[in-house]
């Protein structure tokens, strides 16, 4: 049983296609997913299907929602309690983290926050092909405080989308004005919470930007 860890997968049929011939996954495995997962967008028939091919694969999909999702698809999906947090469950197999939501997964503790701004928004219609829940509610940072309290601040992983502002700037890019309160806060958590290594998606690029801060897109580290 092991867990693996990989950037936006934007709906990339043949990328999951590459791990399972890459990887060789066994029964109990996890993958997880930093956001912008993107099999629960076109929410179209060839979609479901395919979602239902995933629930054949013999490891567990957790996904972090990403700002590129189709987010009234996604809370259709029935919530539940699963490893000590709260989920959409996809299939039986393919499952939604919720945003400020701590799991116990392989003997350990992951936080979650997804979300993120769209910069592409000028090329992108409204409840189209991008929605205004793609950013956090004041409602899910209180829940993301409330968790992460009763786990005395403390995790193993830390999965986000985006990453803390400071972070955004070691990389060489610039803080978006509309991303800076989910950054902030991000970064808020960057010097409260004691953690081994954060992960996260949202800027294309496979880049260990501090020892303890790790961007990932196409990459797929084994923990």
């Not at 409602?139 to 601040?153: F, G, Q, V």
Request: aromatic letters at 14%.
């Amino acid at each position: 049983m092991a867990i693996y860890v990989t950037g936006d997968t934007h709906g990339n049929r043949h990328r999951l296609a590459f791990l399972d011939q890459s990887i060789g996954w066994q029964n109990g495995d996890f993958l997880l997913v930093c956001g912008d997962f993107g099999f629960v967008f076109e929410d179209s028939q060839p979609e479901h299907d395919f979602l239902d091919e995933l629930e054949a694969k013999p490891y567990t999909l957790c996904f972090l929602d990403g700002n590129h999702e189709n987010f009234p698809a996604l809370f259709r999906y029935p919530e539940e309690e699963w490893c000590g947090g709260k989920i959409h469950r996809i299939r039986k197999n393919v499952i939604h983290l919720m945003r400020g939501e701590v799991y116990s997964i392989c003997e350990k503790k992951l936080f979650t926050m997804g979300g993120a701004y769209s910069r592409d928004r000028y090329r992108r219609s409204l409840n189209v092909s991008y929605w205004q829940e793609e950013l956090p509610t004041p409602s899910e940072y209180h829940t993301a405080i409330r968790n992460l309290a009763a786990h005395t601040n403390q995790v193993d992983l830390v999965l986000t989308h985006t990453c803390p502002t400071e972070i955004i700037r070691k990389m060489g890019c610039a803080p978006d004005a509309h991303d800076l309160e989910l950054t902030g806060f991000l970064e808020y958590l960057m010097y409260e919470l004691r953690y081994n290594h954060w992960f996260f998606g949202h800027w294309h690029k496979d880049e260990e930007v501090t020892p303890k801060f790790t961007a990932l897109f196409s990459r797929v580290i084994k923990l």
